[in-house]
């Protein structure tokens, strides 16, 4: 499984920006998608996940603002983000994970949100 990601760029404080994940494959029926970011010198943390039963779940500090979502029929997810603030700012990474086997992890490269005046 491949995973492409794209959408990153600089934007305003209040301004939306949608990041996109093209996978390889149909691989919604069968694994979690999600995506998370990361800041120099911490962790990468989970931002937002869609199973393949469609439940959503969020990091706290972008409920209301984020939204994950999928194409089916183009194999993409998506986060659309809105009312972005600078402490959003971060590489946003996508993940493909296997709901059954979980050792089946996939990333995607990175792409840079920047979010300043």
């Known amino acids: 499984v491949q995973l492409q990601a794209s959408g990153g760029g600089s934007v305003q404080p209040g301004g939306s920006l949608r990041l996109s994940c093209a996978a390889s494959?149909?691989?919604?029926?069968?694994?979690?998608m999600s995506w998370h970011r990361q800041t120099p010198g911490k962790e990468r943390e989970l931002v937002a996940s869609?199973?393949?039963?469609?439940?959503?779940d969020y990091a706290d500090s972008v409920k209301g603002r984020f939204t994950i979502s999928r194409d089916n029929a183009k194999n993409t997810v998506y986060l659309q983000m809105n009312s972005l603030q600078p402490e959003d700012t971060a590489v946003y990474y996508c993940?493909?994970?296997?709901?059954?086997?979980?050792?089946?992890?996939?990333w995607g490269q990175g792409t840079l949100v920047t979010v300043s005046s």
């Open positions: 869609l199973t393949p039963g469609d439940r959503r």
């Open positions: 494959g149909r691989i919604f029926s069968d694994h979690i």
């Open positions: 993940n493909a994970k296997h709901d059954l086997f979980t050792s089946l992890d996939y």
